[in-house]
């Protein structure tokens, strides 16, 4: 029994691990749906591009300082992002978008490999957390529980903003009907803007997290699109309630699905998908607009 006990303890933290890291790169990018109605398919170069800096940054002033220059470095990118291509293309419509930020994928992963090469980077877990913890009998990194923590955090945090702040208010009736919102005198390009830029830095923050368990490579971003996409449709666009639950399923699925079920834990989750398109076109908790 113990073991047995072991086993679902070691598998649901695994899964609460993998749902925290692709919730910190999902609730940036859902919130940009949901407001700016934009489909930034970079987002997941945004993201390899917070683990490179980290890594980089890691090695001259330390984990917790790459960890803190991986954010900032990528929305100051986004900035740079948002007044050269997003802005623009806002009202060009999802096609060209998609074809933008698709084309926008490919030329950070060139720039990512002609900056560190085409070789793997590793970046070291720190000190203070290069260790294991007990949990019910069961061993496990410390750094992992980190990640939980951090994800559980920044979760918490946004809660608060978006539930019990002007701002917050602000961005929901933006979400929900943004032209109302510019009738109402709040300045949605403003709006848009600093979302925009928090999103990016969130998805900093999730490749600085990233590069301690993963190899850093220059398609490492390409790797999380996917997911992460997974993880928006199910839980809903514009909503951080969809953001937790779907990174939650998603996390769940593909950790005990691989576990369970090998032989079809590659098609589980896009089953799962499925049905969330079949049953709720618009997602399991979306945002009202």
Sequence with gaps: MQADLGFWVLQGLNALQLSMLLFLLSVGLTVIFGLMHFVNLAHGSLYALGAYAAATAGAAIGFWGGLLVAPFAVAALGVVLYLVFIRRMRRAG?????????????????????????????????????????????????????????????????????????????IRAGVDNDSMAACMGIDVEKMFFLVFCVGCALAGLAGAVAAPLLSVTPDMGLQILIPTLIVIVIGGLGSLKGAIAGSLIYGVVQTFGAVLFPQFASILIYGLLAAVLILRPAGLFPAKG
């Design 94 to 170: 999802p096609m060209a978008q998609v074809l933008v930020t698709f084309g926008l994928i490919f030329v950070m992963l060139d720039l990512t490999r002609i900056v560190w090469g085409a070789q793997a980077l590793s970046a070291p877990v720190p000190a203070l957390l290069d260790g294991r913890l007990t949990i019910l009998g069961v061993e496990y990194p410390a750094y992992r529980l980190f990640v939980i923590a951090l994800g559980l955090a920044i979760w918490g945090v946004l809660a608060l903003v978006l539930g019990r702040t002007q701002i917050g208010a602000m």
